[in-house]
């Protein structure tokens, strides 16, 4: 998959492409609708992504809560596997922002990118003031010689599928519902860094990565499903972990914390991608660090029972 960052120079190569436009946060269910659309209107067409980075949200709003279900790293991957051969992935600037609606559809859409068709859903909105609607991106591009297609926003036994209704899930503690409606176990990626290692003096060493920038889930303890993405340890694993602020220790920045089962090695500096599986407790202080040690004991005796049920 080609990465392409700027409309303005874009080569001929990178032209002509079918593409769904969106902020693909999660890239759940609804997105991939959008994306088999735009597969399917022109299917000899190379298969494109419109997004924008950083999220306008971020931009208009940068003191805001965290808010996204993925980095731009994890997205890109997540498309990559999904047949995507070229994202967009524009920078979101104050140039671009103040485009009106007709102006992006000629100058990003037609102009700059070349695209022979775009599939944006039922509730698009862009331009300045978010002014421009999808209909009217169907009148822009039969003037401006690109085709249109308006998805139908998808709904599953959960409700609406939406980014949002994910967000809901995660800080609920309902892992199981986010994925049915990501069609995938949401995961949270990244490099380990250096912990305090608390986690190895209580014979439970552990993989920290950050979470900065992401929407928290519930605080506590989760089964999970471990991918070490690269080095020398690559592979899958089982594993239990803990996301919060580790209240048995005092006040700290909340991250998220993995052990790995039946492992042993260094994974300092690997990319890790975690998926949550199953919530099984909030945050606890403890009265001893032998009452957490036995806890802890517990806490991976269920998460074997729960994954190995999969």
Same mark, same amino acid.
């Given at each position: ?24 946060? *999660? ?43 993925? *980095? ?209 407790? *909030? ?28």
């Amino acid at each position: 998959m080609r990465i392409i960052r700027d409309y303005q120079f874009v080569e001929t190569r990178d032209r002509g492409a079918s593409a769904a436009i969106g902020n693909f946060d *999660g890239v759940h269910l609804g997105h991939r609708s959008v994306i088999d659309l735009a597969r399917q209107a022109s299917p000899s067409a190379p298969l494109g992504v419109v997004t924008f980075e950083p999220h306008p949200r971020e931009f208009f709003l940068p003191a805001s809560e965290p808010f996204r279900l993925m *980095g731009s790293t994890a997205r890109a991957s997540r498309l990559a596997k999904l047949g995507v051969d070229k994202l967009y992935e524009l920078n979101f600037n104050a140039a671009l922002a103040a485009l009106t609606p007709e102006a992006f559809a000629r100058t990003v859409l037609a102009d700059g990118l070349g695209l022979s068709h775009v599939v944006v859903g039922a509730d698009f909105c862009f331009g300045k003031g978010r002014a421009g609607t999808a209909a009217d991106l169907q009148r822009f591009g039969a003037e401006m010689g690109f085709g249109v297609t308006i998805a139908e926003l998808l709904e599953n036994t959960t409700g609406q599928v939406s980014s949002t209704a994910i967000r809901t899930a995660l800080a609920e503690g309902r892992p199981r519902d986010a994925a049915d409606q990501l069609g995938h176990w949401h995961r949270i990626e990244g490099k380990v860094i250096t912990g305090e290692q608390r986690g190895r003096e209580l014979g439970y060493p552990t993989a920290n990565m950050s979470i900065d920038g992401l929407h928290p889930p519930k605080f506590g303890v989760y089964a999970v499903l471990v991918e070490v993405m690269d080095g020398p340890h690559k592979g899958r694993y089982q594993g239990a972990a803990s996301i919060g602020v580790r209240p048995m220790f005092g006040i700290n920045t909340a991250n998220l914390e993995t052990f790995l089962l039946d492992f042993s090695g260094d994974l300092y500096g690997a990319t890790l991608s975690v998926a949550l599986v199953h919530y099984l407790r *909030g945050e606890e202080k403890f009265d001893s660090l032998d009452a957490l040690i036995t806890q802890m004991d517990a806490d991976v005796t269920r998460t074997r029972q729960i994954l190995d049920a999969l």
